[in-house]
C-alpha cells in the first residue's frame, strides 16, 4: 500500500442512522467495496447493528471480523490503544485495511460521551495518517440533538444516506475543537478517601503509592491498582514539572469508577491539547498526559489563570 491513499483530511466520516434501513443504505457499499477490493474489514458494532448487517451482506459477512482483541467502549483509553496499534501494524505491513465502529458510551453521568468525542476529534490525526477509511455509527435514537451536534463536529466527513460520504462544514479543527472542550471536571464528594497536599519533589512516590493502594481499597484490582499508579504518577510529576507548588492530590469512588484528581497552580493552556499523539522521545518530554489517556477510562483537565486539574477516571466494572 502506497502513501497515495493518504488525503490532506482522512476519510474519517460520520454515519448517523435512525432505523435497520437506513444504517444498511449508508454502509453495505462501504463494507462491501472493501470485501470485494480485497481489503481487510473490521467492523466493531452493538450486536444490533451486527446482526442486522451480516444479515444483509449474507455470505459475504464471513469476510468481516468482528472483533480486536482489547477493544472495549468500556475502557475509552484502552480501545483507543487497541484501534491505533492495530493500524499501525496493517500500515506497517502494507495491508488495505478499512474500519467500521460504533462507540457504545454508556449514560454514566461521568461525562465518558464528552471525552469519546476527544477521542475521535483526536483519531482523525491519530489515525488519519495510516491512509484507511473508517466510519463511525451512531444510533440517532440514543443520543440527544445536542450530542449528535457534537458528533458531527468531530468528523471531516458525513455519510449520506445513500452511501455517498461527502465533506463536513460542521468539522471543526482539532486543536481548537479540544481546547474548547476538555472537561468536564467532576464536582467533589463531601468526603474523600485520600487527600494529600504536595510541596516538594519527594512527595511524588509517595503520593503515587498511596493512590494506588487506595484504589485498591475502593474496588479495583491489585493489577488495575497499579496501572492508576503509574498513570496518577505520570500527572503528579507534571504537576512538579510544570506547575507551582503546592498541589494537591485527591481520590474518591463515585458513580462507577475510581476518581483521581491533581490540582496545581500556575496557568497550563497547553494540557487541553496534550497527549492525543504520542511524545516526541526525542525531545525528551510530552509523555505524561500520553500515558494518562492510554491507562485512564476517561481524563479530563481544567486549565485556569491561576491553576491547573487533570483528572483520571478508572471504571470498576
Known amino acids: 500500500m502506497t502513501p497515495a491513499s493518504v488525503t490532506a483530511r482522512p476519510h474519517h466520516a460520520a454515519a448517523l442512522y435512525d432505523s435497520d434501513q437506513d444504517l444498511r443504505g449508508r454502509v453495505l457499499g462501504f463494507l462491501r467495496s472493501g470485501l470485494r477490493g480485497g481489503e481487510a474489514v473490521v467492523a466493531i458494532v452493538s450486536q444490533r447493528a451486527e446482526k442486522n448487517v451480516a444479515a444483509a451482506l449474507g455470505d459475504e459477512a464471513a469476510g468481516i471480523r468482528w472483533s480486536l482483541p482489547g477493544m472495549t467502549y468500556q475502557h475509552l483509553g484502552r480501545a483507543s490503544e487497541a484501534i491505533r496499534g492495530y493500524l499501525a501494524g496493517r500500515r506497517a505491513a502494507g495491508a488495505p485495511t478499512r474500519l467500521l465502529t460504533e462507540g457504545e458510551v454508556d449514560g454514566s453521568g461521568r461525562g465518558r460521551m464528552a471525552a469519546h468525542l476527544r477521542s475521535e476529534m483526536a483519531a482523525t490525526q ?56 476538555p472537561g468536564p471536571v467532576s464536582v467533589i464528594t463531601a468526603r474523600v478517601s485520600l487527600d494529600l497536599s504536595l510541596t516538594e519533589i519527594g512527595d511524588l512516590v509517595v503520593a503515587r503509592h498511596r493512590v494506588g ?3 485498591q481499597v475502593l474496588g479495583l484490582t491489585a493489577a488495575d491498582s497499579r496501572i492508576v499508579e503509574v498513570a496518577a504518577g505520570e500527572i503528579i510529576a507534571n504537576a512538579f514539572r510544570y506547575g507551582i507548588m503546592p498541589g494537591r492530590v485527591r481520590v474518591w469512588r463515585g458513580h462507577g469508577a475510581v476518581f483521581v484528581r491533581v490540582d496545581s497552580g500556575g496557568p497550563g493552556a497547553a494540557v487541553t491539547t496534550a497527549g492525543f499523539q504520542p511524545p516526541d522521545l526525542a525531545v525528551g518530554s510530552g509523555a505524561g498526559l500520553w500515558v494518562a489517556r492510554q491507562l485512564a477510562d476517561v481524563v479530563h483537565v481544567e486549565s485556569r489563570s491561576d491553576g491547573t486539574t487533570v483528572e483520571l477516571q478508572f471504571p470498576l466494572t
Open 213 to 215: 493502594d487506595v484504589a
Open 126 to 181: 491519530l489515525y488519519g495518517g495510516y491512509g484507511f477509511p473508517w466510519v463511525c455509527l451512531y444510533d440517532r435514537r440514543r443520543y440527544s440533538r445536542e450530542v449528535l451536534a457534537e458528533v458531527a463536529r468531530v468528523h471531516p466527513q458525513m455519510v449520506g444516506a445513500d452511501g455517498v460520504t461527502t465533506g463536513n462544514a460542521d468539522y471543526a479543527e482539532s486543536a481548537t475543537y479540544l481546547t474548547a472542550h
